[in-house]
């Protein structure tokens, strides 16, 4: 069962929908964090780009719950 939507990037930031409740968090590729926030089922999700949301991002999705089991880690590039 896949909960979440998978986020896609555009010259414009991150795009997603949110299929469950819960926090979604962008990480760099070292690590550092650069956007967290909350959403709920059914949200659509619009992450503007900035000087430290470009290239290889980790976009990680934390339902609400902590339910592990439905957690999910993608890599999205936001093209220059």
């Keep these: 069962l896949d909960l979440v939507q998978i986020p896609f990037a555009t010259s414009e930031g991150i795009v997603w929908k949110a299929q ?11 690590g550092r964090l650069n956007y967290s ?16 949301l470009s290239g290889l991002q ?6 609400e719950g902590l339910d592990y089991n439905y957690q999910k880690t993608w890599k999205v590039v936001i093209p220059n």
């Design 20 to 30: 469950a409740n819960g926090i979604l968090y962008v990480y760099s590729i070292d």
């Design 37 to 52: 926030s909350t959403h709920s089922a059914g949200d659509d999700v619009n992450i503007p780009l900035s000087s430290s």
């Design 58 to 63: 980790l976009v990680q999705f934390t339902p």
